[in-house]
């Protein structure tokens, strides 16, 4: 705490003094909050633990920014952003938590029980909200208590901002519409969608159709999207690691043209593709 407090102090200072950090606003601060996000992402994927620790100081300093300049307009502070996330945490997590915490100044979880919820001979009685054990459950408790809040989400699918990169937004939809019951009762009867939606892309393509085959291969994409779901692959993380596994192989190969002294474009497709297989052999990526 104390060091968060001095972090928010220098944030101040700098407020107060800084010439680049007085003229931030929200429109100006959002693409380098972006940035950070993704830097944040490269670095967890890399799993670079001192970058990490940097980098979610990044995105703690962004997160602060945009309190701070809300502060200045009297709209809400830093202990407004917390104490409405520690509300919010508390509400979606029955199991943990009794409803009864949820302003609590020192929050006890479970266990915990207030005197009314216990019987008359003290013991407690049964709470059906307590009963949440497998993640699946949590999931699904999470995205009912988000549909009757107040300020919550109006649907189901409402919750998926529309600014998230594609592949990762057919996950999110899947994914909360599993949470209501939506979805495959075997996953291994995903397979069938997937050949079927593979056809018809290559039937699109035979036929030259440019507007319909780039909506059959978005059909196949999202059933491939789903696919990984169901076996609980990450397919952005997936997808993320065989570009770094493409990228590291290219690379190995145009490194190999320049120490020969022959560009990629004189090389033939037969010496690059052996390369290749000397850069799986040597990178074992």
């Known amino acids: 705490m104390q060091a968060f407090g001095r972090f928010l102090d220098v944030l101040d200072a700098l407020r107060a003094n800084c010439p680049w950090d007085k003229k931030q606003t929200n429109e100006s601060l959002r693409p380098n909050t972006i940035e950070e996000t993704y830097e944040l992402c490269d670095a967890l994927i890399k799993n670079d633990v001192h970058d990490i620790c940097k980098e979610l100081g990044d995105v703690l300093l962004h997160i602060c920014f945009y309190a701070k300049i809300a502060e200045e307009k009297e709209q809400f502070d830093m202990a407004d952003v917390c104490n409405a996330l520690t509300r919010k945490m508390i509400t979606r997590h029955p199991h943990v938590y009794h409803p009864s915490q949820i ?8 266990p915990y029980v207030p005197e009314e919820v216990k019987s008359e001979k003290g013991k407690v009685k049964s709470d059906d909200s307590a009963k949440v054990t497998t993640v699946g459950q949590v999931l699904e408790n999470w995205e009912q208590i988000k549909l009757k809040e107040k300020d919550g989400n109006e649907s189901v699918l409402s919750g998926v901002p529309e600014a998230l990169p594609s592949l990762i937004k057919a996950y999110r939809i899947q994914d909360k519409a599993r949470n209501v019951g939506f979805d495959w009762e075997q996953k291994e009867d995903v397979w069938k969608k997937v050949r079927e939606e593979l056809d018809e892309l290559e039937v699109e393509l035979k036929k030259e159709d ?4 780039t909506k059959e291969l978005g059909d196949f994409l999202f059933s491939v999207i789903n696919a990984a779901r169901l076996y609980k692959l990450n397919p952005d993380n997936a997808l993320e690691m065989t570009n770094r596994k493409f990228i590291d192989r290219f690379n190995y190969i145009e490194a190999h043209s320049i120490k020969i002294g022959k ?11 052996e390369l290749w297989n000397e850069a799986k052999k040597v990178l074992k990526n």
């Open 263 to 273: 560009p990629l474009k004189t090389m033939s497709l037969s010496e690059m593709d």
């Open 103 to 110: 302003d609590a100044e020192d929050p006890k979880p479970l």
């Open 210 to 213: 440019k507007e319909n085959s």
